[in-house]
């Protein structure tokens, strides 16, 4: 018999960042956004460089 894991224990607490980004084309034009629903930084780095191909992150930072 195989013992699967109990899927309520499984559940993450998702986390939101705030986020200001400069455009690499021009450094002084800010955008400033909120990431939710990531599971961590890194997670949240990785959708920014996918859907923000063309900015640098010049500040991010996790609300409580």
Do not use: A, W
């Amino acid at each position: 018999m195989i013992s699967l894991p109990n899927p309520t224990k499984m559940i993450t607490t998702m986390e939101t960042f705030k986020v200001i980004l400069s455009l690499q084309s021009n450094p002084d034009k800010y955008t400033f956004t909120e990431i939710g629903d990531c599971i961590d930084m890194d997670e949240c780095i990785e959708f920014i460089h996918d859907h923000f191909p063309l900015h640098n992150i010049e500040s991010i930072r996790r609300i409580p």
